[in-house]
Every structure is written in C-alpha cells, then in structure tokens.
C-alpha cells in the first residue's frame, strides 16, 4: 500500500496522511489517531527517506551501548529498552543503538548525533561528573538523562528516581526492627544510582549511631552469581550480617540462595530488602520467603522518557523536564525482628 491508496481508503488527502504521520500539529488528535489505526492495520510504512526530506526529522532515537570484554549484559537495560519500544512503535519511531566501549562513550554520542540519523538521544549508566551531559548541553540535539550525575549542575532534562531515599527507608525500617548489623550488596560503585543508595544506607544507620562496614560492602555488577558470592563472604565474617539490602532482585536471588545454603532462614535469621525494577521473570512475591522491596518499574521509565522525547521532537505536548520518582517501599515476609544473639 502506498500513501495515495491510504489517502484513499480514509477518505482524506495526501497531505493530511502525511502530516498526520509526521506529527504536525494542525492535525488533530483524532484524526491523527485514525491515520495510525490505519497504518497498524494495513502494514503501511511510508518511504523514510522521502519522509525526511519532507520533515526534516529521521524519525529515531538514538542511544549508546556501553559493551566490551568483561561487561556482562544487563536484563535491566532490555527492561527498560522495552518500555521505550512501547511508546516508539505508536509514532513509528525507531531506535539507532551504537555499541561502545565505556571510555569512548562521550565521542560515541557526538558522532552519533552528528550523523543526522538521529531526532534525540537518551543517556543511561550516569557516572559522577558524567563529561556526557556538558557535551550534549553544547549541541541542538534533544536528549534526556535517565538518572542524575553527581557533582555537576542539575540543569538538563532528566527522569530519575529517588535512590538515597528508597535506600534511606529500607534501612530505616531494618532498623525499626532492631537489626545493628547491615550488609549492602550495591551496583557498580562508578555509577550514580549505586552512589545514592549506599549514601541513603549509611544516613539511616548513622541516625541510630550504627556504621555500615566496610567489609559489608560489594559493589559489583548486578548479577546472582555476583549476589551468591558476596552473601556467602558475609556469612563468613566473625559478626555476619542479619539485615541485607540488594540493589537488584537478581541480586537478591544470589543472595537468598547463599542463606539458604548456610541453613539459615530469610526473615528470621536474616532480613533482606531488594529494589524492584519490576522484571517480569523474576516477581519478589514469588520467591520462596517474598521479598521486602522498594519498587520502581523500568519499563514505565523507559516508556515515560520514549514520550517525553518524541512530544519534544514532533510538538506534541509540554511534559516537565525534570521528574524525580518516589519508589513505593513494598512490605513482605523476608524482613522480621533482629534474631537475638548468644
């Protein structure tokens, strides 16, 4: 089907397909709808390079792969990626994913973004003082941070949740429950978010005059292996810890696996919170103790970030710029009181 024979069985121009398809916003909102109901149902794809010579716009997304040998993939970013699917296929928009070595991120995003073939860029994996941020400030390239950098101004479009307070109430409920022994098992320790949450941890604890040890600290990638074998090191310390948090519930997964293991049981001997990025193949409810978690969906973030970007690119509508998600602290069988020790 090309676009006279669409033009035709809607019963509208050319032109107004057309424009319809390319978000001009003298369409209005149904009829632009019934243009999109009729491209899903006919297959119809318009001819992209004739549609960017007539806009201006590749109709893309463009984001930065951090890979290289060592770095395990991540089931967060396919998470999160799918969420921006979710928005990207309602505007036939795509997604141009340029792989790179971490140290070669920065220069990455600049050719990407030079190449024309992309309408916006999403950034992910925030470092302290991320030299990304400066670098896309300086071009005419939308973009929008999922995360905040650390040590550099807050003036760019961002969506984040609240990590050190997530953290912060996580322990603070351990606390509550009399626990004075804490282990984190956290995220990479050059990112961000991991940043925050081992921040939040410490100011809880340190309200109640306790200290997070040092020796009760993994940072690492967020993997169940990684999970098992710090939870395993613990246990082996002269005074283990009997309160966890995990950044991740395939973290978590690792660790409940090496309470197990050491004859222990989740919520009685051993208390654990997880975040939940709410992964559909790994629900905290359906563990064998379920997990205590705070919660967040990547998916709804990715979704979120997907829109903020095309409504900026095609004129769509005005969204706040800069969003700080609350997490919801969600409270189950995995945390109980402090064992009592002889």
Same mark, same amino acid.
């Given at each position: 089907?090309?676009?006279?024979?669409?033009?035709?069985?809607?019963?509208?121009?050319?032109?107004?397909?057309?424009?319809?398809?390319?978000?001009?916003?003298?369409?209005?909102?149904?009829?632009?709808?019934?243009?999109?109901?009729?491209? %899903? $149902?006919?297959?119809?794809?318009?001819?992209?390079?004739?549609?960017?010579?007539?806009?201006?716009?590749?109709?893309?997304?463009?984001?930065?792969?951090?890979?290289?040998?060592?770095?395990?993939?991540?089931?967060?970013?396919?998470?999160?990626?799918?969420?921006?699917?979710?928005?990207?296929?309602?505007?036939?928009?795509?997604?141009?994913?340029?792989?790179?070595?971490?140290?070669?991120?920065?220069?990455?995003?600049?050719?990407?973004?030079?190449?024309?073939?992309?309408?916006?860029?999403?950034?992910?994996?925030?470092?302290?003082?991320?030299? %990304?941020?400066?670098?896309?400030?300086?071009?005419?390239?939308?973009?929008?941070?999922?995360?905040?950098?650390?040590?550099?101004?807050?003036?760019?479009?961002?969506?984040?949740?609240?990590?050190?307070?997530?953290?912060?109430?996580?322990?603070?409920?351990? +606390?509550?429950?009399?626990?004075?022994?804490?282990?984190?098992?956290?995220?990479?320790?050059?990112?961000?978010?991991?940043?925050?949450? $081992?921040?939040?941890?410490?100011?809880?604890?340190?309200?109640?005059?306790?200290?997070?040890?040092?020796?009760?600290?993994?940072?690492?990638?967020?993997?169940?292996?990684?999970?098992?074998?710090?939870?395993?090191?613990?246990?082996?310390?002269?005074?283990?810890?009997?309160?966890?948090?995990?950044?991740? +519930?395939?973290?978590?997964?690792?660790?409940?696996?090496?309470?197990?293991?050491?004859?222990?049981?989740?919520? +009685?001997?051993?208390?654990?919170?997880?975040?939940?990025?709410?992964?559909?193949?790994?629900?905290?409810?359906?563990?064998?103790?379920?997990?205590?978690?705070?919660?967040?969906?990547?998916?709804?973030?990715?979704?979120?970030?997907?829109?903020?970007?095309?409504?900026?690119?095609?004129?769509?509508?005005?969204?706040?710029?800069?969003?700080?998600?609350?997490?919801?602290?969600?409270? %189950?069988?995995?945390?109980?009181?402090?064992?009592?020790?002889?």
């Amino acid at each position: 089907m090309n676009l006279k024979q669409l033009s035709q069985l809607l019963g509208l121009s050319q032109t107004t397909v057309s424009r319809a398809l390319n978000g001009y916003p003298e369409v209005n909102a149904e009829t632009r709808q019934r243009v999109l109901d009729a491209v %899903r $149902e006919t297959g119809y794809r318009p001819n992209r390079a004739a549609q960017r010579l007539a806009t201006g716009r590749a109709g893309s997304i463009g984001l930065v792969m951090p890979t290289a040998d060592g770095i395990e993939s991540d089931v967060h970013f396919g998470e999160f990626l799918a969420g921006l699917g979710d928005e990207a296929v309602k505007h036939d928009f795509h997604f141009v994913i340029n792989p790179s070595h971490p140290e070669d991120e920065t220069a990455t995003c600049r050719r990407l973004v030079a190449s024309g073939n992309v309408d916006a860029m999403f950034l992910a994996y925030m470092r302290e003082k991320d030299p %990304r941020i400066a670098m896309l400030k300086s071009l005419k390239t939308p973009f929008i941070v999922h995360g905040r950098s650390i040590g550099v101004a807050t003036d760019y479009p961002f969506l984040d949740i609240d990590n050190t307070g997530a953290f912060y109430d996580a322990a603070r409920l351990l +606390t509550q429950l009399g626990h004075r022994h804490f282990a984190l098992i956290n995220g990479p320790d050059h990112l961000a978010f991991a940043i925050r949450r $081992e921040k939040g941890t410490v100011r809880a604890l340190a309200e109640q005059g306790l200290l997070l040890r040092a020796e009760c600290v993994q940072h690492s990638q967020m993997t169940d292996e990684h999970g098992f074998r710090a939870m395993e090191r613990f246990l082996q310390l002269d005074t283990p810890p009997t309160a966890v948090l995990c950044s991740s +519930t395939v973290l978590a997964l690792g660790a409940v696996r090496a309470i197990n293991q050491a004859g222990l049981k989740l919520g +009685t001997d051993v208390s654990l919170i997880a975040h939940d990025d709410v992964l559909p193949m790994l629900k905290p409810e359906n563990f064998m103790v379920p997990l205590t978690t705070t919660r967040s969906s990547l998916r709804a973030a990715g979704q979120r970030i997907a829109r903020r970007l095309i409504a900026n690119i095609l004129d769509l509508e005005t969204l706040p710029q800069q969003e700080l998600w609350k997490t919801d602290l969600i409270v %189950r069988a995995s945390t109980g009181p402090a064992p009592t020790r002889k």
